[in-house]
C-alpha cells in the first residue's frame, strides 16, 4: 500500500478536562494505519485514488453533544460521541487535489470518564475506544445489527491491542 499522508485536527472546547491531543492524534494515526492494512477493501477507501486523508476530532461535554444531537440527529439525549462522516456517507465520494476528507468525530469527555469510572479502566483507554470507534465510522462501518457491532467492536479491540493500548 503506498504511502498516505494522514492529518487529522483536534480541538479541545470542554474546559473542565485537559487533554493531551497530541497523543490522541498519534493513537488515532496508528489507528487509522491499522484498519488500512485490515479492512482497506470494505471501506470507503475501496476502488479511490488518493494521498491525504484528513478528519477532525472535536472534544466537549455532554451538554454539547446533547444539542448536537438535538440538531442534526433528531436525537433528544446526550451521546458519549457523534460522528458525521461525510466521505462514507457521500454518493460522490469528493476528493480534491489527491486529499479525503472523512469528517469530524465529537466526543464528550465528562461521558469518557463517566464510561472509565463504571467499567474500571482509564480514562486514557476509553478516549482511545472511542476514537477507533469514531474512526470505523468514518471508515463507513455502522452497527445496526448484532453481526455488525460485534465486527466494529472486535476490530477496535484489535487495532487497540496491536498498538499496545
Known sequence: ?????????????????????????DIAKKVLKFYME???????????????ISFDFLYCDSVKTHEINKEYRNKDYPADIITFAIFADSEE??????????GEVIIALDKVQE??????????????????????HLLGFDHQTEEDYNFVV????????????
Open 154 to 165: 472486535g476490530m477496535q479491540n484489535k487495532a487497540l491491542e496491536s498498538i499496545g493500548v
Open 93 to 102: 465520494k469528493f476528493i480534491f487535489d489527491g486529499e479525503i476528507n472523512l
Open 38 to 52: 485490515k479492512i482497506y477493501d470494505t471501506s470507503c477507501f475501496a476502488g479511490q485514488e488518493f494521498n491525504t
Open 1 to 25: 500500500m503506498k504511502k498516505t499522508k494522514i492529518n487529522i485536527f483536534s480541538e479541545n472546547i470542554f474546559d473542565a478536562k485537559e487533554i493531551n491531543e497530541k497523543k490522541f492524534i
Open 115 to 136: 464510561e472509565a469510572d463504571k467499567k474500571g479502566t482509564t480514562f486514557d483507554y476509553e478516549l482511545s475506544f472511542l476514537i477507533s470507534h469514531g474512526i470505523m
